[in-house]
């Protein structure tokens, strides 16, 4: 409603962000809003309206990869995370691996609590079992490749992929001796376009996933790609 006045709008149960019976009121946080997540909240299709700030006491779900929150001030206070890249195989027409799901920010100043994390560790295209089993353009037979190729002692190498200067890529799969050796997925994506001030009181993790064990590799490491006047870490 473009006549409405923006107000506190908090969740009052858990499900999907476009759902309004979990809000407060009845209705949608719309432009201008002050948002509090007392609840697990997934966001999905276009993204948040403007609003005014943003917190989370509970965890907020990304879903999708062009779906932003969008918010003046954003304060992370509980999880913030996305699931993991659905492709399995190039897309047959742009002939690409297309990822699906990454945390995108859109404000003017992000606070990351401490103890509390963006975190989309294992989130990345997943490792299958023996390459080229493993998903993902830096797949290999033994760990996988993202900014600098992947490691592997005697077999291939996974391939180096993405821009160093705007990391945006999900890591790759990490590749294994055989299915027996399940090897473990890549992180996740995670891009922050700030106006002003970035402060990371906790942290902002996309590893890729570890293993116990031989005969498997790691999938490769994330992107974190943030974007703002001021950024400030712990130390």
Same mark, same amino acid.
């Given at each position: +409603?473009p006549?409405?006045?923006p107000?506190?709008?908090?969740? *009052?149960a858990? =499900?999907? $962000? %476009?759902?309004?019976?979990i $809000? /407060?009121?009845?209705a949608?946080?719309g432009?201008?809003?002050s948002?509090? @997540?007392? %609840?697990? &909240? !997934? @966001?999905?299709?276009?993204?948040?309206s403007?609003?005014?700030s #943003? /917190?989370n006491?509970a965890?907020?779900? #990304?879903?999708g $990869?062009?779906t932003p929150? *969008?918010a003046?001030?954003?304060?992370?206070?509980?999880? &913030?995370? %996305?699931? *993991?890249q659905?492709?399995?195989?190039v897309d047959p027409?742009?002939?690409?691996w297309?990822?699906?799901?990454?945390? $995108?920010?859109?404000c003017?100043?992000?606070?990351?609590s401490?103890?509390k994390?963006? +975190?989309?560790t294992?989130?990345?295209y997943?490792?299958? =079992?023996a390459?080229?089993d493993?998903c993902?353009?830096g797949? =290999?037979?033994?760990?996988g490749?993202?900014?600098?190729?992947?490691?592997?002692?005697?077999?291939?190498?996974? @391939?180096?992929?993405?821009?160093p200067?705007?990391?945006?890529?999900?890591?790759s799969g990490?590749?294994?001796? =055989?299915?027996?050796?399940?090897?473990?997925a890549?992180g996740g994506a995670?891009r922050? +376009?700030?106006a002003?001030?970035?402060? *990371?009181?906790?942290r902002?993790?996309a590893?890729?996933?570890s293993?116990?064990g031989?005969?498997?590799? &790691?999938?490769?490491?994330?992107?974190?790609?943030?974007?703002c006047?001021? @950024? !400030?870490v712990?130390g």
């Amino acid at each position: +409603d473009p006549g409405r006045d923006p107000t506190n709008v908090s969740t *009052v149960a858990a =499900g999907s $962000w %476009h759902s309004p019976e979990i $809000w /407060s009121g009845g209705a949608v946080p719309g432009p201008g809003d002050s948002v509090t @997540l007392n %609840h697990p &909240v !997934t @966001l999905e299709g276009y993204g948040t309206s403007p609003l005014a700030s #943003f /917190s989370n006491n509970a965890t907020l779900t #990304f879903s999708g $990869w062009n779906t932003p929150l *969008v918010a003046e001030e954003v304060a992370i206070n509980a999880t &913030v995370t %996305h699931p *993991v890249q659905s492709a399995t195989a190039v897309d047959p027409v742009t002939g690409e691996w297309e990822p699906d799901n990454r945390v $995108w920010i859109v404000c003017s100043n992000l606070t990351v609590s401490t103890g509390k994390a963006v +975190d989309v560790t294992g989130k990345g295209y997943k490792g299958k =079992g023996a390459a080229p089993d493993a998903c993902g353009p830096g797949r =290999g037979y033994g760990g996988g490749g993202y900014g600098g190729r992947g490691g592997s002692s005697s077999r291939t190498l996974g @391939l180096a992929y993405g821009d160093p200067a705007a990391p945006l890529d999900p890591g790759s799969g990490g590749g294994s001796a =055989g299915l027996s050796y399940p090897a473990t997925a890549g992180g996740g994506a995670v891009r922050v +376009d700030a106006a002003g001030l970035v402060r *990371v009181d906790g942290r902002i993790s996309a590893n890729g996933l570890s293993y116990n064990g031989n005969y498997r590799g &790691v999938g490769s490491g994330r992107s974190v790609y943030i974007t703002c006047r001021t @950024l !400030t870490v712990p130390g």
